[in-house]
Each structure stands twice: as C-alpha cells, then as structure tokens.
C-alpha cells in the first residue's frame, strides 16, 4: 500500500518568512495530492490540492509543487502570518482505481509563526 | 463548518463497552470515511464507504465495525476488540469519482474525542 513520508514534524519561522514542508509518496499509481490545515481542537480543512498532470500550483501565499519522478510534493507558503501557526498534513491518493478515496496521510508538521 | 456533523463531541465509556459515533453529511456524497487521530500522528483510515450497503476496511479495521443503510450516515462501532480505543474519531465524506476536473476534497466533520478507562 501507499507510504507518505512528510517532514519535517516541526518548523518554527518568524513572521514574514516562507515555509516549506516536504512528503513523498511510495505508490506511483497515485495521482491527487491535498493538503490539510488542521488548527488545536478544529478539523482539518483543505487548503490546496495537485494532480499529478500538475507541476505546481499556487492561490496567493501558498503553493505546492509536485516532482513525479522523485515521488516528493512540497507545500510553499510565503509571508507567513501567526494565523498560518497549525498542524499541517500531506495525503495522497490514486484516483480512478478501484481504491479511489482512500487517503493517505503524512504524519503532520506542527507550524509555529513567531510575531 | 456545517454540512457534516458528528455526535457526540466527547464520550467517555468503560473498558469492554461497545460505542458508537455518528456520522451524518447533506453534502449528497457518495463516499465516507473514518478517521483515527492520536497525538502527534497523521489520520489513519479506519474505513471507507464508496457507495450505500458497501464498505472497505482501511488501514486499522480490527476493533471496529461500520454499516452504511443510507447515503447519509455512516456510524461506527469501537468493539470491545479495539486495544486501544481512547482517540479523535474524524469522519470524512466527497464525491466519489466525477472526472478529472472535479474536486476530491474530503469534508471532515469536527469529531468525536473517546476516551475509555
């Protein structure tokens, strides 16, 4: 089955600075790649997502790049704010098989953004 | 938020005690799926449910059960099998396959936190 690997588990960043987190994936056959934002006691909720007929994607200060060949994904986010501070997940998954649906995730990245 | 909803928030039982969580979406969804969150880990796919009357185990399926009668509910029962069954439950619904240009984000529900002793 799919294996994501996501890191790092923790990043702290001044206000203003990029962030970036990276995952890869074991699966070739996967070809949809989401990102979560989960915030202390909320749900998690999508903040970008790529397919693998992508490169890269961006909407404003975020972006994700994707790298087919070496398996890896990457969230980009620029300028970050104190509001950005959350748990970040990485999934993938193989649309169109029989398995359709089934994500899986990376273990999390905790962001904290310094005022 | 709305549009999934998940009951209770917190539920406490004692140990060798079935439960069940709820799950309901009127997102007009085909597929759900349970989640199992601990501390410091990723989701983990409990299981998944493509379509009514049909159900797949996921990544962790031993000490639970799902049933799926109707589009929009999809509970589950923690066994007494599970070994470990203190965690954040997260329910999850999309579409379930509308082309290349459609959207597969998962909705999640806020959760369900059990604990038992």
């Known amino acids: 089955g799919e294996n994501v690997e996501q890191h790092p588990s923790t990043l702290s960043v001044q206000e203003g600075d990029s962030a970036v987190i990276k995952c890869t994936y074991s699966d070739s056959a996967s070809n949809y790649f989401p990102w979560y934002k989960q915030e202390l006691g909320k749900r998690p909720q999508l903040i970008i997502d790529i397919r693998s007929n992508v490169g890269e994607k961006k909407d404003q200060r975020i972006a994700v790049t994707l790298n087919k060949t070496a398996k890896h994904f990457s969230l980009h986010i620029t300028e970050t704010q104190p509001e950005d501070s959350a748990v970040y997940f990485c999934a993938a998954s193989a649309w169109g098989g029989t398995s359709y649906g089934k994500l899986t995730f990376g273990q999390g990245t905790i962001l904290t953004v310094h005022p | 938020d709305g549009g999934i909803t998940q009951s209770p928030k917190y539920l406490f039982r004692k140990e060798g005690q079935n439960v069940t969580l709820s799950c309901e979406q009127n997102l007009n969804h085909d597929a759900m799926y349970w989640y199992r969150q601990d501390p410091g880990q990723g989701l983990r796919l409990i299981y998944y449910s493509q379509i009514v009357n049909d159900f797949q185990k996921g990544d962790i399926a031993e000490g639970y059960s799902v049933s799926r009668e109707k589009k929009e509910s999809f509970p589950l029962t923690v066994t007494s099998a599970q070994k470990n069954p203190t965690a954040f439950y997260l329910c999850?619904?999309?579409?379930?396959?509308?082309?290349?240009?459609?959207?597969?984000?998962?909705?999640f529900g806020p959760g369900t936190r059990l604990t038992v002793t």
């Open positions: 999850a619904s999309s579409i379930r396959w509308g082309g290349l240009a459609s959207s597969y984000e998962q909705y």
